[in-house]
Structures are given as C-alpha cells and as structure tokens.
C-alpha cells in the first residue's frame, strides 16, 4: 500500500490529505491563524464555579470559556497547586522540591479546590465545538515521538500494543533510571525497538519544554496567558502517524516544507528523501487527483459501489449514516444476499467517511436489514477489521435487532465539513447575471489590462476546466491567439475546484493579481 501525504499551504488555510493508494483517506482543512489545539497549555484564570455540573469555567482567552470538571483536575491536583503556591515567590520553580499530597477522592466537589480568580495552569484536551468551549484539564502531558511526558506523576507505563514483556521491562527501566523526580512518562508504541540514546535524547528534550513552561509561569500574574503551543497540525501527524510505510509527502510551500523536512530529519535521518517540495503552478490537489475526491467524498449523499450509496446526517449529539443499495441487478442475487453484499462494501465507506470526516461522539450506521446471524456477524467482523487502521480510540457494537450498529469514537475536534455545493456558476449567488457569452471578452479584457496597464509580462490565468477546454479548441486556438496579440508569456491552465465562471490571475512568484480595477464588462 502506497501511503502518500498532500499538504495545501495557501495564505489564509491549510489543507492535509492522506492518500492510500490513490485514494483519499483523510483530510483536514484548517485556518493559519488558528489558535486552539488539543495540547495548548495556558495559564488561566477561574471564571466561574457551577456546583450544580461540579465544574468550573476558566477563561483561557477564547470567546467561550473553558469547561474543567472536578474529575478533570486529576488525583494530583493539590500536590500542583501546593507546588506553585509555595514557589510563586521563588526564583525558579524545580521539580525536586515536589512533595506529593493525598489524592483527591473521586466523590468530592470542584468548589473544595478552587475558587473565582484563581490562577491555574490547564491543558486542551478538546477543541472548541459549536457553540461550546474547549474542554480541559490540569492533568499536563507533553508528547513526543516516543514517549508523553508527565509532569507530577511518578509512574512509567508502557504502551499495551508493545507485546514482548522483555522489550516492556528495557524501555522502563531505560526511562526510569534517567528521568527526574517527580515526572513520569508513557511509552508509546513507536519506541518499540529504539536504542537506548534515541529515547534518552527523545526524554531531555521534552523536560526541557517542560522547564521552559515553569520558567514562563514564574511570576507570571496577567491571565490568560499561553505557555506552550502544540505542534502544527502537519507536523502533529508526521509525530503521532508517521511511519515506515510513508511513501511520500508532498508541500507546495517551502517554510512548511523545510520545517517537515527538518522533523524528519531529525526522528528517523534516512526517510528524509520521502519529503518533497511541489513547486508547479497547476493546484497539486488537482495534480494527485484529490479535488473531485474531495468534492464526491463530503456531500450528505455519498455513492460507493453500483449504485449503492451513503446518506449522511449530523447533529449536535450524534451522526448517523443510512445505507441504501440504490438500483441494482438482482437476478442473480435473493434479497438477502444482495443485502449482505451491500453491507459488507457499505462498511468499508462507513469505515473510511469515519476518518475522513473525523467523525466523533455515536454514530449509528443503519444497514439493509439481514436475517442470518452469519451474515450479521461477517459484517460486524468486517467493520472492526476496517476500523482497525483507524488511530483514534474507539468501540464497535454488534448490529442489533433492528439492524442497526454503533460506533462510539473519540471527539477531540469538530468534525471535517466541506461543503461541497458551488453558488450559481452564473450569477455568483447574486440572482442576475451578465450575459454569458460575454465572458470571454471579459477575459481578453483582463488580460489586456493585466498585460499592458500593470506591466506583468508573464502571467498564468486559472480557469474552470469548461472554459479551459473551450479556449484550447481549434487551430488556432484561443489561447494560440491571444499570445501572439498580446505578445507576453501567458499560460491559461485549468482549477477543477473553481465554479464555471470564476478565474483567477497569479505572477511568476504565485502570488494573486488583483484585477478589481480592470474594465469589467457592463
């Protein structure tokens, strides 16, 4: 299987694809100036105390407040807070002067720990979704390649998909010897079989963001106040998904490209190659055939095999997915077969819209109904071994007797919307439109005054592949002609994702025209 990860970089967005085989997997499509991910710690302020949820709101600078329950305070919070407490007047907080406190008891009320105006230090365990605010935690935990660092915590597990008990008892003993006091560790999966300097090096470098965070805390009395940032959303993949059976990863930006390259570099020296620079002007979506992916894969109706197809509905507690066999043969097939081959390939689109979507919180997929309990069990079957590639945490219930199954996955973002609809390729939304027949003129207008008013002499004019087909016909051709008339270096090049009559000027250093001062057509 060739694993492939496309990154989008524009100036206001960037958009994440990963590719198996050619067909797209994942995708996430988030703004650049995004400032809440799961992992930002902040120095924050209680807001409020709600005895009622046994929670407290905290404000961490986003327009909703923050929700931290009592549970997630962790069974060390009063050894944390009597850390800080004590040293908030000190030079420098040290992890050595740490004297664990009795736990809290699961039973007891957030009111007994924490009052309005308090400073705390908190954790993004989950986005911000719709109209509520991101959930947190004080349990902090930094994560690397290897290992997770925890703070307050003097234990060392070891990930349970690491089966040989001999390589369980070499990586703890190798973390337990060489950590500092008061910090613990988990060891993820990935460090199956890395030398003993790899992890120890993995290790110094996350107690030293630590130390930096406790540096950045010291004295520090204006709250909200953010103390560490979580990785890009790029780079956080490569660190948690990146792995041998990376083919390759594309970038069509080359700060974003010299930063994976230089992660790559640094967490496994010899699959640095993989990481390419894509430096064309065609869309690289367009190029690795991922825009009409992307445009059939996100709508509410999704086809997937003869005729066949999903319908997909979300709301604020749930999603649910309808599978419809569509029109199909079935001379050859009873109804219960039929219904079992839908269901069996109904599952594997389920499996992958799940991630595509990123998908959390219940989801109830409502199969064609099917009487055997084999089959019924053979697509249950099929659903967990589909699933089992997905990285999230998640569970899978049997069908029951109405046919219906449910999966349970982890929401720690909004789910991915695309919407896929295109306003009217004519009158823009507006409801009026100019003739169409004049649009090529509009065109030759704009590059006229591209050309001879703003002085570029080479220019690539984006257009909807219609247009783009229209203007190549013929010899000569459309574009043959305004060449020679304008005498400039112009190339006219398709955007599958443009609407009909949209266009799009860009100069030799990719960057947009602007033309709204051209001579529009009346």
């Not at 400073?119 to 509520?132: A, D, F, G, M």
């Not at 790029?234 to 992660?263: G, K, P």
């Amino acid at each position: 299987m060739e694993n492939k990860l496309i990154l989008d970089v524009q100036d206001s967005q960037i958009s994440i694809a990963l590719a198996e085989d050619g067909k797209l997997v994942e995708f996430s499509r988030e703004s650049r100036e995004a400032t809440f991910s799961v992992g930002n710690i902040y120095l924050a302020r209680v807001k409020k105390i709600m005895p009622g949820l046994n929670s407290a709101f905290i404000e961490v600078g986003y327009e909703k407040e923050g929700f931290l329950h009592y549970l997630d305070l962790g069974l060390n919070f009063s050894t944390i807070k009597e850390f800080f407490s004590k040293q908030k007047n000190s030079h420098s907080l040290n992890m050595k002067d740490v004297k664990f406190l009795e736990e809290l008891p699961k039973d007891d009320v957030v009111s007994s720990y924490l009052k309005v105006g308090d400073n705390i230090l908190v954790q993004v365990v989950k986005e911000p979704i719709s109209t509520k605010g991101p959930r947190l935690t004080t349990e902090i935990s930094i994560a690397g390649r290897n290992l997770v660092f925890i703070p307050f915590s003097n234990k060392v597990s070891v990930s349970t998909k690491i089966k040989a008990q001999s390589e369980r008892n070499r990586l703890r003993k190798i973390i337990m010897g060489a950590k500092v006091p008061s910090c613990g560790a988990i060891i993820r999966t990935v460090a199956e079989g890395k030398s003993d300097k790899e992890l120890l090096s993995e290790l110094k470098s996350l107690e030293q963001v630590w130390k930096t965070i406790l540096d950045k805390v010291q004295g520090k009395k204006e709250t909200p106040y953010l103390v560490y940032e979580e990785m890009s959303r790029a780079e956080a993949i490569l660190r948690d998904r990146f792995n041998s059976n990376f083919d390759q990863i594309v970038v069509n930006d080359r700060a974003v490209y010299e930063d994976l390259h230089s992660y790559i570099s640094q967490i496994e020296p010899e699959k640095a190659s993989i990481v390419k620079f894509y430096d064309d002007t065609l869309p690289i979506f367009d190029v690795y055939n991922l825009t009409k992916q992307i445009k059939s894969s996100f709508g509410k109706i999704v086809p997937f095999k003869k005729g066949a197809y999903l319908v997909i509905e979300h709301t604020e507690a749930l999603h649910v997915i309808d599978v419809n066999s569509g029109v199909r043969n079935r001379d050859q097939n009873d109804q219960e077969d039929n219904a079992f081959e839908v269901n069996m390939a109904a599952v594997e689109e389920v499996a992958r819209q799940v991630r595509l979507r990123d998908l959390g919180g219940i989801i109830i997929i409502d199969l064609i109904d099917m009487r055997t309990a084999e089959h019924k069990q053979a697509v249950y079957e099929r659903m967990c071994e589909v699933m089992s590639n997905d990285t999230t945490k998640h569970n899978v219930l049997p069908l029951s007797k109405f046919g219906l199954m449910q999966i349970t996955r982890q929401r720690v973002r909004p789910a991915t919307v695309i919407d896929t609809k295109e306003k009217c390729p004519t009158c823009g939304g507006h409801g009026s439109i100019r003739y169409s027949l004049l649009f090529i003129d509009l065109l030759k207008n704009k590059i006229d005054w591209v050309g001879k008013q703003l002085k570029y002499r080479k220019f690539t004019l984006f257009v909807h592949p219609f247009v783009y087909a229209y203007m190549k016909q013929g010899f000569p051709s459309l574009v043959f002609r305004l060449r020679l008339k304008y005498g400039f270096l112009l190339r006219i090049l398709p955007n599958q994702s443009f609407s009909l009559l949209e266009y799009k000027f860009i100069n030799r250093r990719g960057e947009e025209i602007d033309v709204c001062d051209g001579r529009e057509m009346a």
